[in-house]
T-cell receptor, first 109, second 115 residues
Framework: GQNIDQPTEMTATEGAIVQINCTYQ??????LFWYQQHAGEAPTFLSYNVLDGLEEKGRFSSFLSRSKGYSYLLLKELQMKDSASYLCAVKDSNYQLIWGAGTKLIIKP | EAEVAQSPRYKITEKSQAVAFWCDPI?????LYWYRQILGQGPELLVQFQDESVVDDSQLPKDRFSAERLKGVDSTLKIQPAELGDSAMYLC?????????????FGPGTRLLVL
């Protein structure tokens, strides 16, 4: 079967750095996406990785290792507004997105 | 910036009633998705359209759910009759196509409560 694993919940301090991990086992691989979802709202696109390595976009960076079936989302200089769920999703061989359950990130002052 | 539109934003209904949700994708996006999301879980794909054709509806409970995208633009998802377990967020997303790098963009969602 296809599976995406993420921690259920993480807590971090305002101004700090946090790394959210995602491991996957899918039928084929056509890219990995990270989305941010605030409570009661729709997911919004953060990043896309298809090649190994680090993609940096402002305070957010995303890393991919295809050989290890592993990705992480790195958030720097945390702000209170970063409190949200972060969803990892992999596009499989049929170009369908397989979604993780999301990691709820709690930011404390 | 173009957005996916959905209505209504909230819907409260009684079980056994019919409900309908509407979605208007980003202009020019050929692929449209309907998802259901239960609190604390990731989105679950219900149906996927490529233009007006259904590409995947394997997870759609066809005894009570139906979806259409008649002109290949906007789409409607219907539930009849609604059941208590249907209470969830219903999300519509669109993308330009199916290629690996094509990103899905989500509408604001419809939160359904079945009493």
């Amino acid at each position: 079967g296809q599976n995406i694993d993420q921690p259920t919940e993480m807590t971090a301090t305002e101004g700090a750095i946090v790394q959210i991990n995602c491991t996957y086992q899918t039928s084929g691989f056509n890219g990995l996406f990270w989305y941010q979802q605030h409570a009661g709202e729709a997911p919004t696109f953060l990043s896309y990785n298809v090649l190994d390595g680090l993609e940096e976009k402002g305070r957010f960076s995303s890393f991919l290792s295809r050989s290890k079936g592993y990705s992480y989302l790195l958030l720097k200089e945390l702000q209170m507004k970063d409190s949200a769920s972060y969803l990892c999703a992999v596009k499989d061989s049929n170009y369908q997105l397989i979604w993780g359950a999301g990691t709820k990130l709690i930011i404390k002052p | 910036e173009a957005e996916v539109a959905q209505s209504p934003r909230y819907k409260i209904t009684e079980k056994s009633q019919a409900v309908a949700f509407w979605c208007d994708p980003i202009s020019g996006h050929a692929t449209l998705y309907w998802y259901r999301q239960i609190l604390g879980q990731g989105p679950e794909l219900l149906v996927q359209f490529q233009d007006e054709s259904v590409v995947d509806d394997s997870q759609l409970p066809k005894d009570r759910f139906s979806a259409e995208r008649l002109k290949g633009v906007d789409s409607t998802l219907k539930i009849q009759p609604a059941e208590l377990g249907d209470s969830a967020m219903y999300l519509c997303a669109s993308s330009r196509g199916l290629a690996d790098q094509e990103t899905q963009y989500f509408g604001p969602g419809t939160r359904l409560l079945v009493l």
